[in-house]
């Protein structure tokens, strides 16, 4: 195989791989810890002792991957043309 050739088709051939085994990862695990409490639901306040709960997980500790964010605008945007 030619080294001009080889070159995108192998680059190619490994970003569809990463895309589809993250798209996987999103249709089975899609929650992710959130970043901000470190999936613990609680973050320190500024002032004083004791923590409050996280306002960007909602105090559950659990964020939607982006991707799954994708997956289910698809769905919904196919479910909508289709009705």
């Not at 490994?14 to 589809?20: E, G, N, R």
Request: hydrophobic letters at 35%; glycine letters at 10%.
């Amino acid at each position: 195989m030619d080294p001009v050739t080889f070159a995108p088709i192998a680059v190619l051939a490994t970003l569809s791989i990463v895309t589809i085994r993250y798209a996987i990862l999103c249709h089975v695990l899609p929650f992710t810890r959130c970043r901000r409490c470190g999936g613990t639901g609680r973050t320190p306040r500024r002032i004083g002792r004791g923590s409050r709960p996280c306002r960007r997980c909602d105090g559950t500790g659990l964020r939607l991957r982006w991707g799954r964010h994708l997956l289910n605008y698809a769905r919904r945007l196919h479910r909508d043309g289709t009705r």
